[in-house]
């Protein structure tokens, strides 16, 4: 691992990122800017939060700083990276759930709750566009090698509460196909927010989806 510190947009806040395996980048800001817009209109409303793929934890420890009433899981598949997470976590002073599980198994695990919000930034390039990289952690945390697009909405389909609401952040040149599988997962998307630092280049554009149970699964 190569640790290095990032200051956190709070008070003496700084947290531990490894970029060997996946440096923070603009689409975790991109992602928690989308949530805070989201919900600062009802900040003192307890909402449960599920985070798949947390990484060194930075999301959920923002949302953590920002919404203090939010019981947050965050769940992580690679030990090394859920290690980094716990000790972020405990830097921060945050109380986060965190929680070492396989996202291929975490479906058929009984997390006995439903959630109001499941977000994520997943691996989210596809196997046939597999380049290895000399860091395996850089690898897993980019291609989908232990959980894809099918895998994410499975899990938010079983762990979402019916008028509950799912953010996930992709490639937007994968926008159709995260659309049919939305739907196929009896889904509807409410809305789309895409990157405009990032629309000159098409390979680098990121949306983010706002995704629901449909009306008919919700009733």
Known sequence: MDLRPVALPFAKISILQDVESQAISSDSEFLYR???AEYSGNAEK????LELGTGNGIIAIMLALTFKNWQIKALEAQIALYLLAKKNISQSKTDIDLILTDFRKTKQIDINEKYDLIY???PFYSL???RISPSISKSL???ELLCDMEDVLLIMKINLKKN???LFLYPTIRADEFRRKAEKHG???VNEQINVNKTQQENKSRTIFFISHTKRMSS
């Open 34 to 36: 989308n949530i805070v």
């Open 46 to 49: 307890p909402i449960k939060a």
């Open 120 to 122: 994520s930034n997943p």
């Open 128 to 130: 046939t566009t597999v």
């Open 141 to 143: 945390s980019r291609y």
């Open 164 to 166: 509950g609401k799912g």
């Open 187 to 189: 889904f509807e998307i």
